[in-house]
C-alpha cells in the first residue's frame, strides 16, 4: 500500500524527488501516507522542508507540480457556443514567493541556469486547445490584464480610457491570449450560408467562416505622379479628421458585432504626399 502511495508520488512531483535524498523522501512519504492524500505533499513540505534540510523553494515547486498534474490529467472540454470571450477552464494561475521555478518543472534537473530565487512570479498553468499538450509559462502583465478584464467584466474602451492607451492595443491583448489558448473566443459570425452552400456539411470548418473581416479605405487622392496603370483620376476631397475617426469607430463596431478581426488597407494617391 505504502509503495503504491510512493509511485504516486514519484509520478505527480519527478521535480521534487529530485532536490530529496532518500532519507528525508521516506520521511515525507510517511508524512503524506498519514492522511492518504497526494495532494497534501506542498502543505507538508512547507510544515517539515526546514527540519529535513530541503531546499526552500521546494513547498511552491510542488504547488506548481500538482497544478501540471491536475492540468495534464484533466479534460479540457471546449464549449461550441460562446456569447463572449471565455477563461480557458483549465488554466490555473500560480502566485509563487519564488521565481524561476517554472524552469526547474520543463527541465527536470537542477542543471538549469534559470536558479530559483526568492521574488514574486504568477505564472500559468493551462492545457493548450490545439496541440493538448500542457503549459506552464510566467504570466506577463499583458496575460493577468487580459484574464483580469475578463473575469471582472471590464470592457477594452474602459481600460484604454484608464491607461491613455489606443483601444486596438487592448484588442490585441485579448487577441494575443486567445492565440495563447488562455481564452477562448466566439466563433465568427460571419459564415456561409448552407441554404446557398449545399456542401457545407462536408467542409471544413476553416473554409466556411472567416476570422476577420477587410476594408480597404481609398484615402487620398493627392498625387504628383503619373502612371499609366492609374484607372481612377476622378477629383475626391480628403476626410476630415473627425469623419475618418468615426469610420474607424464604425468599423470597429462591426467586427465586435460579428465576432471578427478587423483589417483596414489604405490606399490611394502618393503617400508621401498626405496628409
Not at 529530485?18 to 502543505?43: G, K, M, R, T, Y
Not at 488554466?91 to 514567493?97: G, T, V
Request: proline residues 7%; charged residues 25%.
Amino acid at each position: 500500500m505504502l509503495r503504491s502511495f510512493q509511485r504516486e508520488l514519484e509520478e505527480i512531483y519527478p521535480s521534487c524527488c529530485s532536490f530529496i535524498e532518500q532519507n528525508a523522501w521516506v520521511q515525507i512519504i510517511v508524512l503524506c501516507s498519514e492522511v492518504s492524500d497526494p495532494d497534501s505533499l506542498p502543505d507538508k513540505l512547507l510544515l517539515h522542508s526546514g527540519e529535513l534540510g530541503l531546499p526552500a523553494f521546494l513547498p511552491e515547486l510542488a504547488r506548481m507540480e500538482l497544478a501540471f498534474h491536475k492540468v495534464s490529467t484533466g479534460k479540457l472540454e471546449i464549449p461550441e457556443e460562446l456569447d463572449q470571450h471565455t477563461i480557458n477552464p483549465t488554466l490555473q494561475l500560480l502566485q509563487l514567493s519564488w521565481k524561476n521555478l517554472y524552469f526547474v518543472l520543463k527541465q527536470s534537473d537542477k542543471s538549469s541556469s534559470d536558479k530559483p530565487e526568492p521574488a514574486e512570479e504568477y505564472v500559468l498553468v493551462w492545457q493548450n486547445p490545439k496541440t493538448k499538450e500542457t503549459e506552464v509559462q510566467k504570466a506577463s502583465e499583458e496575460d493577468i490584464l487580459s484574464l483580469k478584464m475578463i473575469v471582472e467584466g471590464i470592457t477594452p474602451e474602459e481600460v484604454a480610457d484608464a491607461g491613455n492607451l489606443p483601444v486596438g492595443a487592448v484588442d490585441a491583448a485579448i487577441d494575443r491570449a486567445v492565440r495563447k489558448g488562455l481564452v477562448f473566443a466566439p466563433r465568427s459570425l460571419i459564415r456561409r450560408d448552407p441554404l446557398c452552400f449545399p456542401g457545407c456539411e462536408n467542409t471544413d470548418e476553416r473554409f466556411l467562416s472567416s476570422p476577420s473581416f477587410a476594408l480597404q479605405w481609398h484615402i487620398t487622392q493627392a498625387c504628383d505622379l503619373h502612371c499609366k496603370h492609374c484607372y481612377d483620376r476622378s477629383t475626391r476631397f480628403p476626410l476630415k479628421l473627425e469623419k475618418a475617426i468615426n469610420i474607424l469607430d464604425d468599423m470597429r463596431a462591426f467586427c465586435k458585432s460579428r465576432k471578427v478581426k478587423g483589417h483596414i488597407t489604405l490606399t490611394g494617391g502618393n503617400p508621401l504626399l498626405y496628409p
